[in-house]
């Protein structure tokens, strides 16, 4: 964990920015698989780590905003843990390495909310998303399971977004240590992206690697010769020459910071000409799209800015038409590029989404568009220094919505259906990296860069 100042101080922040009331944290518990005692691999909560940094089951804290008393609520390992799960530290112990002086044992939470409510203070919570706990906040705060969401602290969600948004030095340095895993894990599928591989053999690998660097996947790896689907996780697939491979994976830090990267890789290391037509066009918008990016500028006018660029391409071999700009303010080319151009990245790979994107991503100066396509975009406000993003345009041809689409005349001023139709079954291409926004130069594409140009991935995968 990083040193006890920075959670001190993170704290402190917090409490600046909140005027009254108490935050109540719930860290996260073990989660069975299939019977209690064979869990899931334990993931704590990304805030509560962000200000707690203890990444151990069945914590809880709060912190009041009144008296600037902050209590850590846990229990100490009984002798029948220690059995089977060794020695521990104790409560005590793991409080002061994040500068915490007072504990109390989990069952006294129900007490300290108590009196918090008695005395008419604010109980501030962030919504939210595993059972456990919203049983546990529906319990303690009497509030019925469907409206805990509704009644979480706005002010709390708020105050943590801004602090989590900008990515302090010791993040940065964590970032940088999982995107060498990063690295290694896309590197390794390319190479391994041959005819005769199932892609299951290959997302075993680089799901090893993640847990070999002391790490875990930031999210369930999509690997697939079906990319045309966008969060495709079924790997039973055969690959042959001629597929286009996408990968879509990150990994955690030791600490629990994500990467996210894709990259499209032709089986057996040449792309052919059809092929490396659309993959240019989504390189061009990926590298016109990172060069935009500063403090100030508009997410949302980058994202338009790539989805333009990814419409005049395809205007030029014949698969649009028409004027591109009024085609991508009206949404023709969500029927190629459907999802957003990118996210936040930070302690989840779509930092913070737990706690809404309407807060994450959007602010009063910029509205979530309400069209497909552009409406998918998770992030579209305004860049601020120490942001970390990622870019990730692509171009899919999606069968059931080329037909839909099609059936229904939508945009037919726009798209050649016919020559659309001629692309089905060449699946998606998808190309992500992960960027911090800077004063100085307005960015920096995090980690040494995974191979995408044409050459440099036909060099690696041959
Ligand atoms: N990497 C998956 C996503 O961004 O949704
Ligand atoms: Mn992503």
Same mark, same amino acid.
């Given at each position: 964990?990083?040193?006890?100042?920075?959670?001190?101080?993170?704290?402190?922040?917090?409490?600046?920015?909140?005027?009254?009331?108490?935050?109540?944290?719930?860290?996260?518990?073990?989660?069975?698989?299939?019977?209690?005692?064979?869990?899931?691999?334990?993931?704590?909560?990304?805030?509560?780590?962000?200000?707690?940094?203890?990444?151990?089951?069945?914590?809880?804290?709060?912190?009041?905003?009144?008296?600037?008393?902050?209590?850590?609520?846990?229990?100490?390992?009984?002798?029948?843990?220690?059995?089977?799960?060794?020695?521990?530290?104790?409560?005590?112990?793991?409080?002061?390495?994040?500068?915490?002086?007072?504990?109390?044992?989990?069952?006294?939470?129900?007490?300290?909310?108590?009196?918090?409510?008695?005395?008419?203070?604010?109980?501030?919570?962030?919504?939210?998303?595993?059972?456990?706990?919203?049983?546990?906040?529906?319990?303690?705060?009497?509030?019925?399971?469907?409206?805990?969401?509704?009644?979480?602290?706005?002010?709390?969600?708020?105050?943590?977004?801004?602090?989590?948004?900008?990515?302090?030095?010791?993040?940065?340095?964590?970032?940088?240590?999982?995107?060498?895993?990063?690295?290694?894990?896309?590197? =390794? /599928?390319? @190479?391994?992206? *041959? #005819? $005769?591989?199932?892609?299951? %053999? +290959?997302?075993?690998?680089?799901?090893? !690697?993640?847990?070999?660097?002391?790490?875990?996947?930031?999210?369930?790896?999509?690997?697939?010769?079906?990319?045309?689907?966008?969060?495709?996780?079924?790997?039973?697939?055969?690959?042959?020459?001629?597929?286009?491979?996408?990968?879509?994976?990150?990994?955690?830090?030791?600490?629990?910071?994500?990467?996210?990267?894709?990259?499209?890789?032709?089986?057996?290391?040449?792309?052919?000409?059809?092929?490396?037509?659309?993959?240019?066009?989504?390189?061009?918008?990926?590298? =016109? /799209?990172? @060069?935009?990016? *500063? #403090? $100030?500028?508009?997410?949302? %006018? +980058?994202?338009?800015?790539?989805?333009? !660029?990814?419409?005049?391409?395809?205007?030029?071999?014949?698969?649009?038409?028409?004027?591109?700009?009024?085609?991508?303010?009206?949404?023709?080319?969500?029927?190629?590029?459907?999802?957003?151009?990118?996210?936040?990245?930070?302690?989840?790979?779509?930092?913070?989404?737990?706690?809404?994107?309407?807060?994450?991503?959007?602010?009063?100066?910029?509205?979530?568009?309400?069209?497909?396509?552009?409406?998918?975009?998770?992030?579209?406000?305004?860049?601020?220094?120490?942001?970390?993003?990622?870019?990730?345009?692509?171009?899919?041809?999606?069968?059931?919505? +080329?037909?839909?689409?099609?059936?229904?005349?939508?945009?037919?001023?726009?798209?050649?259906?016919?020559?659309?139709?001629?692309?089905?079954?060449?699946?998606?291409?998808?190309?992500?990296?992960?960027?911090?926004?800077?004063?100085?130069?307005?960015?920096?594409?995090?980690?040494?860069?995974?191979?995408?140009?044409?050459?440099?991935?036909?060099?690696?995968?041959?």
């Amino acid at each position: 964990m990083f040193d006890k100042s920075i959670y001190t101080e993170r704290r402190k922040k917090l409490k600046e920015s909140i005027s009254e009331g108490v935050a109540l944290f719930l860290g996260n518990v073990d989660s069975p698989m299939n019977y209690p005692a064979n869990a899931y691999k334990f993931r704590q909560d990304s805030s509560f780590l962000y200000f707690f940094g203890l990444d151990i089951p069945g914590l809880a804290a709060v912190i009041d905003f009144d008296t600037g008393e902050e209590i850590l609520f846990g229990d100490d390992a009984t002798i029948d843990d220690i059995v089977w799960t060794g020695p521990q530290p104790t409560l005590k112990e793991n409080a002061e390495k994040v500068g915490i002086q007072k504990t109390q044992p989990f069952k006294k939470l129900d007490e300290k909310i108590q009196l918090a409510l008695s005395k008419n203070n604010k109980v501030h919570y962030l919504p939210p998303y595993r059972a456990e706990n919203k049983i546990l906040l529906s319990t303690l705060l009497n509030i019925p399971i469907d409206n805990l969401n509704n009644q979480s602290s706005t002010e709390l969600i708020k105050g943590v977004v801004d602090l989590r948004s900008i990515k302090g030095a010791e993040e940065i340095k964590e970032l940088e240590t999982a995107m060498e895993t990063a690295f290694l894990m896309h590197t =390794t /599928a390319m @190479k391994m992206a *041959k #005819p $005769g591989t199932y892609e299951k %053999d +290959i997302a075993g690998v680089i799901e090893g !690697i993640a847990l070999s660097a002391d790490s875990m996947t930031s999210f369930p790896i999509i690997l697939t010769k079906y990319g045309e689907t966008l969060h495709n996780h079924d790997h039973s697939n055969r690959l042959e020459k001629g597929d286009l491979l996408l990968v879509d994976a990150g990994c955690e830090s030791p600490l629990h910071y994500a990467t996210d990267h894709s990259r499209t890789t032709p089986v057996g290391g040449k792309f052919t000409q059809k092929q490396k037509e659309i993959y240019s066009i989504v390189l061009d918008s990926q590298n =016109t /799209a990172i @060069k935009a990016i *500063k #403090p $100030g500028a508009k997410n949302l %006018d +980058i994202h338009i800015k790539a989805c333009e !660029i990814i419409a005049s391409g395809l205007k030029d071999l014949g698969l649009m038409k028409g004027d591109i700009k009024t085609a991508v303010n009206e949404g023709a080319h969500a029927l190629f590029m459907p999802h957003g151009l990118g996210h936040m990245l930070g302690l989840d790979a779509h930092d913070m989404e737990d706690l809404g994107e309407k807060f994450v991503g959007y602010d009063d100066k910029v509205k979530r568009p309400n069209i497909f396509g552009t409406g998918n975009l998770r992030l579209g406000r305004e860049l601020k220094d120490g942001f970390v993003l990622t870019v990730e345009p692509g171009i899919y041809f999606i069968p059931q919505l +080329i037909e839909k689409w099609e059936n229904e005349n939508k945009f037919k001023d726009f798209i050649n259906y016919e020559k659309v139709k001629s692309y089905i079954g060449f699946g998606g291409i998808r190309i992500e990296d992960d960027i911090l926004v800077t004063s100085d130069g307005g960015y920096k594409v995090l980690g040494k860069p995974i191979p995408k140009t044409i050459e440099d991935i036909e060099k690696i995968s041959r």
